[in-house]
């Protein structure tokens, strides 16, 4: 979307569309008394006859009013007292709904709401962030009818927050395009296609592209991803993008590794038949690690980043494995395969693995709908956090209370461990019925040590709704490109 920033008076701004404010007693922000100065008290008479009382997240659209440039004015409320950041939320949301689909210009002045925890700047992005997600429509497979309106470009009234506007832009653009891998169909987003899409990424040259095939990661002794992909007629793939942005190209990269399961039927550990379609969806750790590579693309930072997309269908078939099977990681450990629809961790292990070997990281984050367990747990607010870098933990949740795309930690105690001991190998796929979501990540564990490690469980937040309300939400887009690009600074 195209912004500028002026620091015009909101009676003189020529735009479609000019947003105020007013709290929950109904006084109005100081635009907003300007323009009920500029029309003869109109604002104010909308308020005494009731037909907005200032609530969080109230709009009323006022059109025609004369007095003004602007061709219309939506008012919006901002409650009582200090604004919380989940009032902000809720502000920024009512906003960009109000103007999404107004045509051409649309201004905001909402420059006053700032406050030492959320500065301009924060409101800025979070602005530009709300009207990507209200204006978002998945037409890949079901084209709109007729091209709808919407607005095209955002005047920002206050001070100079445009590096805030392209940040919120970028990040925006990229949840965008996991939303559009996440919500493809999987007879089309395969991981010859997932391969595809990050080798178009690159096509630009502002990064490099790998992909190693089925057979390669066979005959490399990736034996833990090929028990997953050899279930199926789609081959799997590891497909890595490197990103060198900082002045020491050789300096450690920060990676993030993301599971992307095309479709997941669970393998001989078949799924119930009901929400099947929705297993589309367990490539979305893959979708945000990619997303968030279109956003670094675009900002183009100061930092160097290699990203993992590990993928594969989990199919059952002749081929698949089978409970009971025992499986040789690329790192060396044994493994046996006690359910096949704990396949996640399995493919995420071999690229782990293969990405610590390559790369040396100074970071690793890895991202997966991996567990049902963690959505029981937190169901689909906060992704779960697992970690034993005390570091790490601060800087994604810091980065997560900066974009408000939520986490919440979770335990990885040397306790859980004994949940994964085997008599047949030197590790199981599952723990047992309790702590899912740890047992999994203490699996994970057992292929990073040494390095700054952390886990990111995005199986409740990845997707949500029903029937025609069923949508990829992009996360955590905007919590892993705040995370990195709180690195460049």
Not at 87 to 112: E, H, L, M, Y
Not at 442 to 453: A, H, I, N
Not at 462 to 472: E, F, L, Q, V
Request: hydrophobic residues 40%; contains cysteine.
């Amino acid at each position: 979307m195209q912004y500028q920033v002026v620091s015009d008076s909101a009676t003189q701004v020529q735009t479609g569309c000019i947003v105020v404010t007013l709290d929950q007693s109904g006084k109005l922000s100081d635009a907003a008394q300007a323009i009920n100065s500029a029309t003869g008290g109109f604002l104010q008479a909308r308020i005494d006859a009731k037909d907005i009382k200032g609530n969080v997240g109230d709009t009323l659209l006022l059109l025609g009013v004369s007095g003004i440039s602007a061709e219309r004015v939506l008012l919006v409320g901002t409650g009582k007292d200090e604004i919380s950041a989940f009032n902000a939320g809720k502000i920024v949301t009512a906003i960009a709904s109000g103007i999404a689909k107004i045509p051409g210009t649309v201004a905001v002045s909402i420059a006053d709401l700032a406050s030492e925890c959320m500065p301009e700047a924060w409101w800025a992005e979070q602005m530009m962030l709300a009207l990507h997600s209200a204006q978002y429509r998945f037409t890949a497979t079901k084209p709109a009818k007729e091209e709808p309106s919407k607005a095209e470009k955002l005047i920002w009234i206050g001070s100079d927050v445009g590096a805030a506007l392209e940040r919120g832009d970028a990040i925006g653009m990229g949840t965008d395009y996991a939303k559009d891998l996440g919500n493809m169909p999987p007879n089309i987003c395969t991981p010859t296609y997932l391969a595809e899409q990050a080798e178009a990424i690159a096509a630009d040259g502002s990064m490099t592209c790998k992909v190693y095939d089925e057979k390669e990661l066979e005959a490399m002794g990736a034996g833990s991803f090929y028990s997953v992909s050899k279930g199926s007629s789609e081959p799997g793939k590891i497909i890595i993008l490197q990103y060198l942005g900082a002045a020491d190209k050789n300096a450690a990269p920060h990676m993030l590794v993301g599971k992307g399961i095309t479709f997941d039927t669970g393998g001989i550990s078949l799924k119930p038949g009901p929400k099947m379609d929705e297993m589309k969806y367990d490539m979305c750790g893959a979708a945000s690690v990619l997303g968030t590579m279109k956003t670094i693309q675009a900002l183009k930072p100061a930092i160097n980043v290699v990203a993992i997309v590990t993928s594969a269908e989990n199919m059952p078939s002749g081929h698949a494995s089978k409970p009971g099977d025992v499986v040789t990681s690329l790192s060396g450990l044994t493994i046996e395969i006690l359910n096949t629809d704990a396949e996640g961790r399995l493919v995420l292990c071999d690229a782990l693995t293969l990405g610590i070997r390559d790369y040396q990281p100074a970071s690793v984050v890895d991202i997966a709908t991996l567990t049902g367990a963690c959505m029981a747990a937190l169901g689909k607010v906060n992704s779960g956090l697992f970690t034993t870098d005390e570091g790490l933990a601060t800087e994604l949740m810091t980065a997560s209370g900066y974009s408000r795309d939520r986490i919440w930690r979770l335990p990885l105690e040397e306790d859980y461990q004994a949940g994964l001991d085997s008599n047949f190998a030197d590790i199981a796929n599952i723990g047992g019925p309790l702590a899912g979501a740890t047992t999994a990540a203490c699996f994970l564990s057992r292929f990073t040590e040494g390095t700054r490690w952390a886990h990111l469980d995005i199986a409740g937040p990845a997707w949500g709704g029903d029937g025609t309300t069923k949508n990829s939400t992009g996360r955590p887009v905007p919590l892993l490109s705040t995370y990195l690009l709180n690195k460049e600074s």
